[in-house]
């Protein structure tokens, strides 16, 4: 039977814009179409507003367990959706660290429980994340994760992650590297620059992103074997990326909103909002940002939502936690500066924030067909509206964004068929 | 501008001063223990040239100073200004000894109160008297001159001029009225 | 015009430092009179929250307090308790319920300063924070040039030493290219901040080129850690090859100043016969700090007394 009918909106396929009618029954597109009909569906009336494909998150923190004070899995499943997001893979860095199949089994259940979205989690490297020795990933498969990363920390010694490639390759698994040289990083807690200097504040290099980021690119390519780069944030990252690309490496690659939002200037304010790891860079790095995703060198948008408790933000700038909460902003400020900024359309859009994180995790989705799983997401493009983190439906209310006006609000969330978001 | 009406020419100023200088010796019953102290600027004066007749008519050398007030103006927190004052550092003691505070003008008794209090930051004296080339009324401060050269009321829109030899090149006094604008 | 509080001079208009060294000249007279007790800040409290060691800046600061008539108060927190004690914003909120007037901070981290003035009432000085700022410092410092060279037009300002780690040499690039002099700087590369450039300094490729010509020569202090973090190799290199002699201040206007915010390495950043030598203005500076800091409190709490009138 007809669960849903979604009438009149324009919906964004893999390769064009279209008004159609989306019926949705035993939680899969039935039937796309004009003037669709269905008895005893609930009809949503989606004229002038856009149908995309659920977005999937391939890099959030969800906190639970050990952090619940900063987020959990209900919160930040609540948020998930509010911001359009169907999918979620969430990081280990826990408490204690995801590194077992026990706590992979426990956020599948507690992810099952909360019943928003759905929540995959990604299994630790390394032991604690440690960087010592590797973490069962067989067993982290069998229960339940989609990957593998030691983010939050890089896994600094070569060799491990070398083990780590080859070893996550038996199961399917793929390494997300958090790229970050930490004896260049040297305690620095935002770009090194003239921002840096002009605030006084201890920079971090480039240079401690791209050399650990070669890294994976040497290794993938020495050994055959798949890598994803987290969180890329600068322009020398983009041309690196790029010419492996171009030699057939089996690299991909995400960014963050804030690395293509907003430049440096922001931390002379001291925001300590404006926090995050790896730092927001200069002008010149979001440029190369936005041409890395048009070109197709960065493969997708994540979030790296890194909710945070306001008395871990509202002290010195140099003791603050890194990180943003960024699940409920990211689609409006991706929509506002590479849609109507012009860096990309729609398609490219739904590519970037749906189709290849799917695909790079193999996860079902990423795609509006007949016959697929009924995630969808639509918005409103042509709302106006001014970001306001005291609404965020997440426990984190640390964002640089506050107060900035964007367009494309998620108006309706669908998992699976059944309507769990509204706004 | 209006040059006012003159009051005293330089004769009359020295006559006055004169017999001022007489008068404190007078009250003093003699010059043991007596010592001057001048407001600056033009109190100083005015102490100099009483010091000068007494020590003509009297042919002892009185101790006679000036006083900066700078730092004792009661109006240094509501002004807000940082005074342009120096220490105070007479070549005499004022222990004891009865001072005769000398000024040009006595009008709101500001300054008498503030020239007191600078005295006393240097000692104790036995008393202090003061002389004043012309007293104009207008007091806000419970002061009173013993030895007043010259009364002169004066309404709040008008100004004494006292011109000095020392700084204007001759001795006069006028009154005239503010300009209003 | 002058607000709340003194963060830095990067925002503080080359006016409102001209009116600050003004109102120091009336304060250095009074100094130098031995005419130190004004009345301006009678009944109020100025507390030092230093979290880092410091004798002359918290000296000099509790001196100006005590010559205005302020109360002081001191509060000495180990840089440790910084992480560990009680929260900044808590200690302020702290302070401001005691009815504190001005809290001047010093803070090992760039941008303390901004956050306690942002959640207390009272004033804040930032009394130098981690490598941002030391605006107070500065002040004494142009103070003392215009005393000697009446004008910063034109003045070529040398600055030599750990830049990288100095908020005394930002400070006073900020305010010296505001006020129209020239600043050259020259460290090892390592001490070298990025960008300095483009806040107008010139960066020298020799000492010999950094002190040519030049009317003050400015030293800063190099901190030991910085060796043991691996900047430089040993002292004696960083003498031999960075530092300044009395045959390198040859290269320097024969009539220039010697400078240093101090406390001095002597033998590092200068050897004792360029400190000790008759262009050094460094005892000088000791002075013109409490006349600045006695002006930039008066200027500060005349300013919070709201449209006081001037009857002076």
């Given at each position: 039977m007809a669960e849903l009918l979604i009438c009149g909106g324009d919906v964004v396929f893999a390769d064009r814009v279209e008004k159609a009618d989306i019926l949705v029954a035993g939680g899969k597109i039935a039937k796309i179409g004009k003037n669709l009909r269905a008895e005893g569906a609930e009809k949503i009336d989606a004229k002038g507003k856009t149908v995309f494909p659920g977005l999937i998150d391939m890099h959030v923190h969800l906190r639970e367990p050990g952090f619940e004070y900063k987020e959990d899995i209900a919160s930040g499943s609540a948020a998930a959706v509010a911001g359009g997001f169907t999918q979620i893979c969430c990081m280990p860095n826990t408490d204690p660290v995801c590194d077992?199949?026990?706590?992979?089994?426990?956020?599948?259940?507690?992810?099952?429980?909360?019943?928003?979205?759905?929540?995959?989690?990604?299994?630790?490297?390394?032991?604690?994340?440690?960087?010592?020795?590797?973490?069962?990933?067989?067993?982290?498969?069998?229960?339940?994760?989609?990957?593998?990363?030691?983010?939050?920390?890089?896994?600094?010694?070569?060799?491990?992650?070398?083990?780590?490639?080859?070893?996550?390759?038996?199961?399917?698994?793929?390494?997300?590297?958090?790229?970050?040289?930490?004896?260049?990083?040297?305690?620095?807690?935002?770009?090194?620059?003239?921002?840096?200097?002009?605030?006084?504040?201890?920079?971090?290099?480039?240079?401690?992103?791209?050399?650990?980021?070669?890294?994976?690119?040497?290794?993938?390519?020495?050994?055959?074997?798949?890598?994803?780069?987290?969180?890329?944030?600068?322009?020398?990252?983009?041309?690196?990326?790029?010419?492996?690309?171009?030699?057939?490496?089996?690299?991909?690659?995400?960014?963050?909103?804030?690395?293509?939002?907003?430049?440096?200037?922001?931390?002379?304010?001291?925001?300590?909002?404006?926090?995050?790891?790896?730092?927001?860079?200069?002008?010149?790095?979001?440029?190369?940002?936005?041409?890395?995703?048009?070109?197709?060198?960065?493969?997708?948008?994540?979030?790296?939502?890194?909710?945070?408790?306001?008395?871990?933000?509202?002290?010195?700038?140099?003791?603050?936690?890194?990180?943003?909460?960024?699940?409920?902003?990211?689609?409006?400020?991706?929509?506002?500066?590479?849609?109507?900024?012009?860096?990309?359309?729609?398609?490219?859009?739904?590519?970037?924030?749906?189709?290849?994180?799917?695909?790079?995790?193999?996860?079902?989705?990423?795609?509006?067909?007949?016959?697929?799983?009924?995630?969808?997401?639509?918005?409103?493009?042509?709302?106006?509206?001014?970001i306001d983190s005291n609404k965020f439906v997440s426990k984190g209310k640390n964002t640089p964004f506050d107060g900035m006006q964007v367009y494309g609000k998620v108006c309706c969330t669908i998992v699976d068929g059944e309507v769990k978001f509204r706004a | 501008m209006d040059k006012g009406r003159i009051l005293m020419d330089g004769a009359a100023i020295g006559r006055t001063l004169t017999r001022l200088s007489h008068e404190v010796v007078e009250k003093n019953k003699g010059t043991d223990g007596m010592c001057l102290f001048g407001v600056k600027r033009r109190g100083e004066i005015v102490a100099r040239r009483i010091a000068a007749l007494i020590g003509k008519s009297y042919g002892v050398q009185i101790p006679v100073e000036g006083i900066d007030i700078g730092m004792y103006r009661d109006d240094l927190v509501s002004g807000y200004f940082v005074p342009e004052a120096s220490v105070n550092r007479p070549p005499f003691s004022v222990d004891g000894k009865n001072v005769v505070l000398c000024d040009d003008v006595l009008h709101t008794g500001r300054t008498v109160r503030a020239a007191i209090e600078a005295i006393f930051d240097l000692g104790r004296p036995a008393c202090v008297r003061l002389l004043v080339l012309v007293d104009r009324g207008g007091r806000e401060m419970p002061v009173c001159a013993d030895f007043v050269g010259k009364n002169i009321p004066a309404s709040s829109d008008e100004i004494i001029d006292v011109k000095l030899a020392e700084i204007e090149g001759e001795d006069s006094l006028a009154i005239r009225r503010i300009q209003k604008s | 015009m002058l607000g709340k509080d003194l963060l830095g001079l990067y925002e503080t208009s080359a006016e409102d430092i001209t009116l600050i060294l003004d109102t120091a000249v009336g304060m250095k007279k009074l100094l130098t009179q031995n005419l130190k007790k004004l009345p301006h800040l009678q009944g109020r409290t100025v507390t030092t929250l230093f979290y880092e060691n410091s004798t002359r800046t918290r000296c000099s600061f509790e001196l100006a307090a005590k010559y205005l008539g302020a109360g002081t108060v001191n509060i000495s927190a180990s840089s440790s308790s910084v992480q560990k004690g009680e929260t900044l914003i808590d200690t302020g909120r702290t302070l401001d319920a005691m009815k504190n007037d001005v809290i001047v901070i010093r803070h090992p981290m760039g941008g303390a300063p901004r956050l306690l003035a942002k959640n207390v009432r009272a004033s804040v000085i930032n009394g130098g924070d981690g490598m941002n700022e030391h605006p107070t410092q500065a002040l004494l410092d142009f103070y003392t040039m215009r005393e000697k060279f009446g004008s910063f037009r034109g003045l070529k300002v040398a600055i030599l030493g750990d830049i990288k780690h100095s908020r005394v040499a930002k400070s006073n690039l900020f305010g010296l290219t505001k006020l129209g002099a020239e600043v050259t700087m020259y460290s090892p590369a390592t001490l070298m901040p990025q960008g300095i450039e483009r806040m107008g300094a010139k960066i020298a490729s020799s000492r010999e080129e950094a002190l040519r010509g030049a009317n003050v020569v400015m030293g800063l202090r190099i901190q030991l850690e910085r060796m043991h973090g691996g900047l430089f190799p040993s002292l004696s290199e960083y003498d031999k090859f960075y530092g300044v002699s009395k045959e390198h201040l040859k290269f320097a206007d024969k009539d220039c100043i010697v400078m240093h915010p101090g406390p001095v390495n002597r033998g590092v950043e200068f050897t004792s016969d360029v400190i000790d030598g008759a262009n050094s203005l460094i005892n000088e500076q000791v002075l013109n700090g409490v006349a600045v800091r006695m002006a930039l409190l008066f200027l500060l709490c005349k300013n919070k007394q709201g449209g006081n009138e001037n009857n002076g």
């Open positions: 077992n199949a026990a706590v992979v089994g426990y956020i599948a259940a507690r992810a099952k429980q909360t019943g928003l979205c759905k929540v995959h989690p990604i299994g630790a490297i390394t032991k604690g994340e440690k960087g010592e020795t590797l973490a069962e990933m067989g067993k982290m498969k069998e229960a339940g994760a989609v990957a593998v990363s030691d983010d939050g920390k890089p896994v600094m010694n070569a060799r491990i992650m070398r083990l780590a490639m080859e070893y996550a390759s038996d199961f399917g698994l793929i390494c997300l590297s958090h790229c970050e040289d930490k004896d260049l990083v040297d305690g620095g807690v935002v770009n090194e620059g003239y921002n840096s200097t002009l605030a006084g504040l201890k920079g971090i290099p480039r240079a401690a992103e791209e050399i650990m980021l070669s890294r994976e690119i040497i290794l993938a390519e020495t050994l055959n074997k798949r890598v994803h780069i987290c969180h890329v944030s600068t322009k020398g990252g983009v041309q690196l990326l790029r010419e492996a690309k171009a030699r057939g490496v089996r690299v991909t690659a995400e960014t963050c909103p804030h690395y293509f939002t907003l430049t440096d200037d922001v931390i002379t304010s001291f925001d300590a909002n404006t926090k995050v790891n790896p730092p927001i860079r200069e002008a010149e790095d979001v440029e190369a940002i936005k041409a890395g995703l048009k070109d197709g060198t960065l493969d997708c948008i994540v979030t790296d939502h890194a909710p945070h408790h306001e008395d871990e933000k509202n002290v010195e700038y140099n003791l603050a936690a890194f990180g943003i909460s960024g699940i409920e902003t990211s689609f409006p400020l991706s929509y506002t500066y590479l849609v109507r900024g012009g860096v990309m359309g729609l398609c490219e859009l739904a590519e970037k924030m749906s189709a290849a994180p799917a695909r790079i995790l193999s996860l079902e989705g990423g795609r509006i067909a007949e016959g697929e799983t009924a995630d969808l997401m639509i918005a409103d493009l042509n709302e106006k509206f001014t | - | -």
